[in-house]
Nanobody, 121 residues
């Protein structure tokens, strides 16, 4: 069993900052890429940022230069530092991890339960 647990969401004023954390635990052999997605009411879930096992990062245009994704030690943790927040950043943020549970099973995607981020104007 694999669990991803997010924390750090909340209510913040426009222009403020928040830091999201996600820790993967359970039967994990190796972790590949990790990512943050978000879903606003009435909208599709979208990729916010991703980071490979080697540290390469990718950002949505809408958050580039405002958000920073990083991985912790152990590498089963991922963070999202969000700065200069805007009301349009309001969404439920989900952690995603692509990982293997054994040396021989294919990698699979796992999701956290989501954490609410609300930015007031």
């Amino acid at each position: 069993q694999v669990q991803l647990v997010e924390s750090g969401g909340g209510l913040v004023q426009a222009g403020g900052s928040l830091r999201l954390s996600c820790a993967a635990s359970g039967s994990i052999f190796s972790t590949n890429a990790m990512a943050w997605y978000r879903q606003a009411p009435g909208k599709q879930r979208e990729l916010v940022a991703s980071i490979s096992s080697g540290g390469s990062t990718n950002y949505a245009d809408s958050v580039n230069a405002r958000f920073t994704i990083s991985r912790g030690d152990p590498k089963n943790t991922v963070y999202l530092q969000m700065s200069s927040l805007k009301p349009e950043d309001t969404a439920v943020y989900y952690c995603n991890a692509n990982l293997k549970t054994t040396p021989i099973t294919p990698s699979n995607n796992y999701w956290g339960q989501g954490t609410q981020v609300t930015v007031s104007s």
